[in-house]
């Protein structure tokens, strides 16, 4: 896929941005009102990380935001796990830190920064957990660095579990989805709303098909792939090392 991504948001524009939306992010039912179904990809995503692992005792979760995918696999298992988060945004972090730790959890590590140039430990962690991130990368080589990155990091039998903004490989197709999800937007705020999503995706997002997305897991090593949900532009799934 060649495209142009000069006027894409850089890395600060990205961080800035979620730094001025902490509250919104901080909500597990509302926190992700623009992201269709929402609610239910965060339930199987955790759910499919407890039920493909022997025992979670690493999660690592990049793109963290205020915490809600972490905190929802937390309320899931029955022991007290490592936590380590990592995101562009300090606020989003501290506040992520703040609510795992309300849960009786001090067993948190945060990391402020780019999950691809952290240093983490390879081969270290059960669960990954990548929720609206993925689709801030932009060319193949990106794409397939950042695949590889997370295969390594995870133990044998680990698992990476993601929901994102996905697009389509057919044209027609793209159009077709992309009405369908302006139609929900419009449904939520009206057709202002819509607009001002549809215009920070344009400026922020880079969303691949999941079926590119699949293959890139496969050809990173993954020996299982499992898609979970998708409606219209939106996906749920993940894979097993």
Excluded at 1 to 23: G, L, P
Excluded at 103 to 129: H, K, P, Q
Excluded at 151 to 170: A, C, Q
């Amino acid at each position: 896929m060649n495209c142009d991504f000069s006027k894409k948001s850089t890395v600060e524009e990205i961080k800035e941005r979620f730094d001025n939306d902490v509250e919104r992010f901080s909500n597990l039912q509302t926190g992700q009102s623009a992201t269709i179904d929402a609610p239910l990809a965060m339930e199987l995503i955790t759910g499919a990380a407890l039920a493909s692992a022997r025992r979670i005792e690493r999660i690592l979760d990049i793109g963290c935001g205020a915490g809600n995918n972490t905190i929802k696999l937390l309320g899931k298992l029955g022991n007290v796990p490592h936590c380590t988060l990592v995101d562009l945004s300090p606020r989003m972090l501290e506040r992520a830190k703040e609510r795992i730790s309300a849960l009786g959890n001090d067993n948190v590590e945060t990391i402020c920064g780019d999950f691809r140039n952290a240093a983490l430990e390879e081969n270290s962690y059960d669960v990954i957990l990548a929720a609206a991130v993925l689709h801030h990368l932009r060319g193949d080589d990106d794409w397939e660095s950042a695949f590889k990155k997370i295969f390594s990091l995870l133990k044998p039998g680990g698992s990476v579990w993601i929901t994102d903004l996905v697009s389509h490989e057919n044209d027609g197709i793209q159009q077709m989805m992309w009405e369908r999800y302006g139609e929900y937007l419009a449904s939520l705020g009206g057709a202002e709303y819509r607009d001002k999503v549809f215009a920070y995706i344009e400026k922020e997002d880079s969303p691949r098909p999941l079926t590119y997305q699949l293959e890139l897991l496969k050809s990173a090593g993954f020996s299982t792939v499992e898609v979970l949900h998708k409606n219209s532009c939106f996906a749920a799934f993940g894979a097993v090392k």
